[in-house]
């Protein structure tokens, strides 16, 4: 990516956060300056006077990059964990925030979604490729240098089209889609947020 683009990007996830940023419609905020001639009203345009903290970009271990890169947290995990609840890491340490999240957006990536942590689990209908027994068995040995060959291969495999049918198999991304739906609408209704969950 260019310097520009991702420059671009950031500038529109700043001004989609200051958009959530809250001010009743048409307020207006008045001062009164002082001329030569006089006293004049100055009416100052709406601003907006209250900050929702949140993340725009949060990858669980749901999501092939993530997964493969070690992360275990659960959509489940990274919602408690922006509710201020503390959780495990992939390292193994208890990880908390210092002030809870306004708002949350987890965006697990499609492709594949679901698959990883069903290759991690041992799921017998995904080790029954060997490509996907190497990667079970690549996790399961904390071998960094394996793990990061493993990968390797994955991003080949898919970008030369080649990936195991298990790992676009409708029936995991559905049901990951589906978890990761029950999940969010439990954390709303637990939470309180008034999030809109889109497919």
Known sequence: MTIKFVGAILAGASLLALAGCDKKPGEATTSTATTATGTAAA???????????????????????????????????????????????????????????????????????????????????????????????AMKSGDEAQASKVVLELINLQSTGKLPKQVMDPEWMVSAWTKTIAIAVHADTRVGWAGEITP
């Open 43 to 137: 009416t100052e345009a709406a601003y907006p006077e209250h900050a929702y903290f949140g993340d725009t970009h949060v990858h669980t271990g749901w999501s092939a990059d993530a997964g493969m890169d070690g992360a275990v947290t659960s959509p489940e995990d990274a919602f408690r964990f922006a509710r201020g609840d503390t959780v495990k890491s992939n390292t193994g340490q208890d990880a908390k925030l210092a002030r809870p999240l306004d708002w949350m957006v987890i965006t697990d990536h499609s492709d594949g979604m679901g698959t990883i942590n069903e290759i991690r689990a041992g799921n017998p209908k995904m080790i029954s490729d060997p490509f996907l027994k190497r990667m079970y068995e």
